[in-house]
Structure formats: structure tokens, C-alpha cells
């Protein structure tokens, strides 16, 4: 796998504008495949659903998947980028009380005017797409706003 993409941190004096919508892309780590364990799972679909009532995101979608996680969320309030990914590592980590992830994570910046539902649909197909489930109602690791 090419790590070019995944970063430890954000180069210093890049700017994460609250508003900016982004779809972030964090694996576990060392590959391992921690949300195969439900438990596990469910706590980090938690961890996202908190950032939310804490202010810190807006989620859009998002879908664990065994050894991955894919985030589209728009910033809220005063955290950067990294803030909010170090936040959600560290508490679904403590949560499950496993280190689970790898340092750094890939971002892809949304365009504003961007229809973000056909990125969505892209995001939350994954257990579809590698063969998980047939239908995706069938795998209970993913949540979307537009449901």
C-alpha cells in the first residue's frame, strides 16, 4: 500500500475552515481487523455520533468497516481537521481500550457546491462493494443524514 497519502499531522499552517466539508479515510492498526468485534463497532459509531452533539462536526455519513473507517463530516466550531480525527481516534481507542489506530489519516477536501450525496452513496456502499453483505441494511456499522 502507497502511505504517501497518509499523514501523522496536517503541514503546519494549512487551515481546516469550519464549514469545510471533508472525507476522511483512518485505518486501524496495523491493518488488524478490530470491528469485526460488535462491541468495538458500535463504540466507535458512537464516538461519531458524540462528535456531533459536542459541536466539534457535522456528520454526513459515515461506515466502519473491519479495519477502516471512512468519515464525511463538514468542521464545526474552533477544532482543525486534525483536532477532530485526533479526538474521535482518542476517544473510540480509550472506549474500546485498545489502541486501535494507525497515526495519520487521508483527507479529501469537499468543493463546497459539491452534491455530497453521491460521495455518501460511495462511502456507505463499501460493505457492499467487497463483498461483506448483499444489501447494505444488512451491515450495522454505517449511518447517513439523508435516512
Same mark, same amino acid.
Given at each position: 500500500?502507497?502511505?504517501?497519502?497518509? #499523514?501523522? !499531522? !496536517?503541514?503546519?499552517? /494549512?487551515?481546516?475552515?469550519?464549514?469545510?466539508?471533508?472525507?476522511?479515510?483512518?485505518?486501524?492498526?496495523?491493518?488488524?481487523?478490530?470491528?469485526?468485534?460488535?462491541?468495538?463497532?458500535? !463504540?466507535? /459509531?458512537?464516538? &461519531?455520533?458524540?462528535?456531533?452533539? &459536542?459541536?466539534?462536526?457535522?456528520?454526513? /455519513?459515515?461506515?466502519? &468497516?473491519?479495519?477502516? /473507517?471512512?468519515?464525511?463530516?463538514?468542521?464545526?466550531?474552533?477544532?482543525?481537521?486534525?483536532?477532530?480525527?485526533? &479526538?474521535?481516534?482518542?476517544?473510540?481507542?480509550?472506549?474500546?481500550?485498545?489502541?486501535?489506530?494507525?497515526?495519520?489519516?487521508?483527507? #479529501?477536501?469537499? #468543493?463546497?457546491?459539491?452534491?455530497?450525496?453521491?460521495?455518501?452513496?460511495?462511502?456507505?456502499?463499501?460493505?457492499? !462493494?467487497?463483498?461483506?453483505?448483499?444489501?447494505?441494511?444488512?451491515?450495522?456499522?454505517?449511518?447517513?443524514?439523508?435516512?
Amino acid at each position: 500500500m502507497d502511505n504517501t497519502h497518509h #499523514r501523522s !499531522r !496536517r503541514p503546519a499552517g /494549512c487551515y481546516s475552515p469550519a464549514g469545510q466539508p471533508y472525507l476522511i479515510t483512518m485505518t486501524t492498526r496495523q491493518h488488524h481487523a478490530f470491528f469485526h468485534d460488535h462491541g468495538i463497532a458500535k !463504540r466507535a /459509531c458512537s464516538v &461519531m455520533h458524540e462528535m456531533d452533539s &459536542m459541536g466539534a462536526s457535522h456528520t454526513w /455519513c459515515f461506515v466502519i &468497516m473491519p479495519d477502516h /473507517c471512512h468519515w464525511m463530516l463538514t468542521l464545526k466550531g474552533n477544532a482543525s481537521l486534525s483536532q477532530t480525527v485526533r &479526538m474521535f481516534k482518542g476517544k473510540s481507542s480509550r472506549l474500546a481500550g485498545l489502541s486501535l489506530w494507525q497515526r495519520g489519516f487521508h483527507e #479529501r477536501a469537499l #468543493r463546497r457546491d459539491e452534491d455530497l450525496l453521491p460521495t455518501a452513496r460511495y462511502v456507505i456502499a463499501n460493505p457492499l !462493494r467487497i463483498g461483506l453483505v448483499s444489501r447494505l441494511g444488512d451491515y450495522p456499522y454505517w449511518d447517513a443524514v439523508w435516512l
